[in-house]
């Protein structure tokens, strides 16, 4: 019974949870500039928000594969993709350089305090959000494993047509 009663309450939290916006929390551009986390907004289009770090093997490999056909889905979806990292004082120096040498067009930010990363209940990386063209958060997956951007284009293809996820 307590299992039931822990069950439908994380399932609320979750249901609840997806249904919130983005926390008002500050990050930083590549070259330092604060940026509000409540000011990203894509026109009314979806959102993928991606939290990465320099040294996660897997998020590089996510972002890279992403990174590939990232101009189709910008122009068949009208997507837009805000990759977070959560490199601390140590290494976020090196989130420009690294984002800049793959050649990712992506807006990057660097949540160095993890404070975003706390906001949006982010255990492990990486951690993908979708958000409706509202700001809602509708779907959100965590790891990669190869062929996951399908996936990802899927809900995207279904957000943008203003279709539920499940």
Not at 54 to 69: F, N, V
Not at 113 to 131: A, W
């Amino acid at each position: 019974m307590k299992k039931l009663v822990l069950a439908a309450m994380v399932l609320f939290t979750a249901m609840s949870f997806a249904q919130n916006s983005l926390p008002k929390i500050q990050v930083t551009t590549t070259d330092g500039k604060a940026i509000n986390t409540s000011t990203f907004s894509n026109e009314g289009k979806p959102i993928v928000i991606s939290f990465w770090a320099t040294w996660c093997k897997p998020c590089m490999r996510e972002l890279d594969a992403i990174s590939e056909i990232y101009e189709d889905w910008q122009d068949e979806i009208g997507m837009k993709l805000i990759a977070v990292s959560i490199d601390d004082a140590r290494n976020s120096g090196k989130v420009g350089p690294l984002a800049t040498t793959k050649g990712w067009e992506y807006e990057i930010y660097i949540d160095e305090n993890q404070d975003f990363k706390r906001g949006m209940g982010v255990n492990n990386i990486p951690h993908t959000f979708v958000l409706d063209g509202n700001g809602n958060v509708v779907w959100q997956h965590t790891g990669y494993a190869l062929g996951d951007e399908d996936e990802l284009y899927e809900v995207l293809e279904k957000v943008a047509a203003g279709e539920s996820v499940e």
